[in-house]
Nanobody, 125 residues
Framework: QAQLVESGGGLVQPGGSLRLFCVGS????????VGWFRQRAGKEREFVAA????????LVAHAVKGRFTISRENAKNTVWLQMNSLTPEDTAVYYC??????????????????WGQGTQVTVSS
């Protein structure tokens, strides 16, 4: 599977919003679940959200539930992560990746591959 490419990061004030984009390629994108993860400075990579290949199932981490929404449009080979009510604790590099196995959605990064290079999100006043 081709590598995914993330974009949309930037600097935003607390309480603001950002939309991240994860773009794939090839026929496999529309048939593969995709997950978003983030890595804060000095911390391990942590799960944020994932979406099934048809978009008919989502899994969202407790830390961002109610603030972040994941969606996809296979015709555009794109998965979005809409982030609202951002706080400084959301500052991190955000990555997307393909889920490589399983029919359900999993928060363990070991289930994912073809990681992008990440996009930096900084929440600061």
């Amino acid at each position: 599977q081709a590598q995914l490419v993330e974009s949309g990061g930037g600097l935003v004030q607390p309480g603001g919003s950002l939309r991240l984009f994860c773009v794939g390629s090839g026929r496999t994108f529309s048939k593969t679940s995709v997950g978003w993860f983030r890595q804060r400075a000095g911390k391990e990579r942590e799960f944020v959200a994932a979406i099934k290949w048809l978009g008919d199932g989502q899994l969202v981490a407790h830390a961002v539930k109610g603030r972040f929404t994941i969606s996809r449009e296979n015709a555009k080979n794109t998965v979005w992560l809409q982030m609202n009510s951002l706080t400084p604790e959301d500052t991190a590099v955000y990555y997307c990746a393909y889920q490589t196995t399983g029919l359900d959605l999993y928060p363990d990064p070991a289930y994912y591959a073809s990681w992008g290079q990440g996009t930096q999100v900084t929440v600061s006043s």
